[in-house]
């Protein structure tokens, strides 16, 4: 069966992502592997590739023929790390290039610097306005996550007159667009991309990606 693999870096985006799968391709199967460590050391300025080397030769070694990481902060790395590795965030950066001005909504700082060199990378960095939501993230940690929502809901709508679209750079983050849908600018979110962007690859592995 065709297998499809997740790094994450919460424990919370196991069933999230499961369940994404499960609608978006349900005769695809899931492999999941977490670990938090990642993360702390990435924020800390801790070197985290050879764990997340290991981490990917798990996934692989457990039938994922396409691994799709999930955490914004070390998915550049990720996806430099193996072929087979969809970034979280890319197809969502790529779907934000095409407008004017582009609010990046972050509420960990080690998330900015990535997304805004993926951003450059796609010809879209000198149009980012930064749209920090500091207060957020304590309640992602401690697990209370409509607040976190709404904590970044409430931020992203301050900011919105300022830009064109908004793109809410952590995967975390996606159930907030939900709070947003009255603003007259999109809100793009990196869940769904990214995981369409794995089935396509995953159904066809022979598709020469370097054009």
């Given at each position: ?19 994404l799968?499960?609608?978006l ?23 985290y ?18 691994v ?28 934000a ?12 700082e ?11 990378e ?19 940690e ?12 409430d931020?992203?709508r ?13 995967a ?21 991309l ?11 592995p ?6």
């Open positions: 069966m065709t297998t499809i693999g997740f790094l994450h870096t919460a424990d919370v985006h196991v069933p999230a992502f499961r369940a799968l499960r609608e391709a349900p005769g695809i199967a899931d492999r999941h592997v977490v670990d938090p460590g990642l993360l702390a050391d990435a924020r800390a300025g801790r070197p590739q050879d764990g997340l080397r290991a981490r990917l030769g798990e996934l692989g070694a457990a039938g994922a023929e396409v799709v990481c999930t955490c914004s902060t070390i998915a550049g790395a990720a996806e430099q790390a193996a072929p087979n590795v969809v970034r979280i965030d890319r197809p969502m950066a790529e779907a290039a095409r407008y004017p001005r582009i609010g990046v909504g972050y509420a960990v080690s998330t900015l610097a990535p997304t805004r060199a993926l951003l450059a796609v010809g879209a960095g000198d149009r980012v306005v930064e749209i920090a939501c500091p207060a957020a993230w304590p309640l992602f401690a697990g209370d996550l409509p607040g976190y929502h709404a904590a970044v809901a931020r992203v301050a900011a919105a007159g300022a830009v064109d679209v908004v793109l809410l750079a952590q975390s983050m996606a159930p907030a667009a939900a709070l947003l849908a009255d603003l007259p600018v999109p809100v793009l979110t990196s869940p769904a990214a995981v369409r962007e794995a089935v396509s690859r995953a159904r066809h022979l598709t020469d990606r370097s054009a």
